[in-house]
Each structure stands twice: as C-alpha cells, then as structure tokens.
C-alpha cells in the first residue's frame, strides 16, 4: 500500500510540466492574436477563452500538487502510525480548513487515487483544449 501513495504522489507531481506547457500555448496564443488581429471580435472571444482555460490548468496544477504532497506525507508517516490513524487524521485536518465536505471522510483510498487520476486526466484535457484553440487560431490567422 505504501508504494501506492509514492506512485500517486511521484504521478501527481509531474502536474507542472503540464502547466508549463499550457503558458507556452497560452502565450502563443495572446501573442498571435495581439500582434495580428486584435480588432477582431472573434479573436476576443478567442482570448477570453484562453483566459479561462489558463486560470483552469492553473488551479488544477496547485490542487494536484497540494494532492501529491499530501499523499507522499502520508507515506512517509505510514513507517511509524497505522494507515488508518493517518486517514482519520488527514481527513480532521482536511475538515478543519474546511478542504474536504464531512460527507468524504472516511473514504477509501482507491477512491481518493481515483478522484486525483480525475483531476490529472482533466488538467490534461484542458492542455489538449488549449493546444486545439491555438491551432484553431493559427490556421485562421494564416487564413486572412
């Protein structure tokens, strides 16, 4: 079980090569739109897009990293307190800053693990979104 959380944790940590690559479409992006057609209505629409999809990668990248660092905390403590006072604890913790609904304590940790592959494969969805505005945006730039 232990090398579970090692394994979840080292995966979720890999989130801010993600968000790099997410700036350089987004960058990309505002750059190819201010320097060629920034009158254009459709390219506003086009920006504020970009906007969000940038603010999303950027709160799923701290929360995955919140995520992996919690995980691994909780590895490294499983040498010397049971896996279960550590989730009862995690979870009083997490309820305490109000970070999780009273209604998720208790969870399993499969479901947790599942809950954050959600999150990392979302995160990934939103890079491949921007990446297909950004191709989007090219193709008609190049059209004009």
Known sequence: MKMRFYVVAKL????????????????????AILLKSWQSLEFWILIFLCF???????????????DAELIEVIAQQSDTVAIEDLTQQFDQSLLQFKLMPKSKVGRDWSLRFAGCFRLFKLQITVLFIQYIVLMILIYKLLAQ
Do not use: D, E, N, P
């Open 52 to 66: 969000g999809l940038m603010a999303i990668q950027h709160y799923l990248a701290l929360r995955l990293k919140f």
């Open 12 to 31: 979720l940590s890999t989130t801010y090569g993600l968000l790099f690559s997410g700036y350089i479409a987004f960058v990309l992006t505002i750059l």
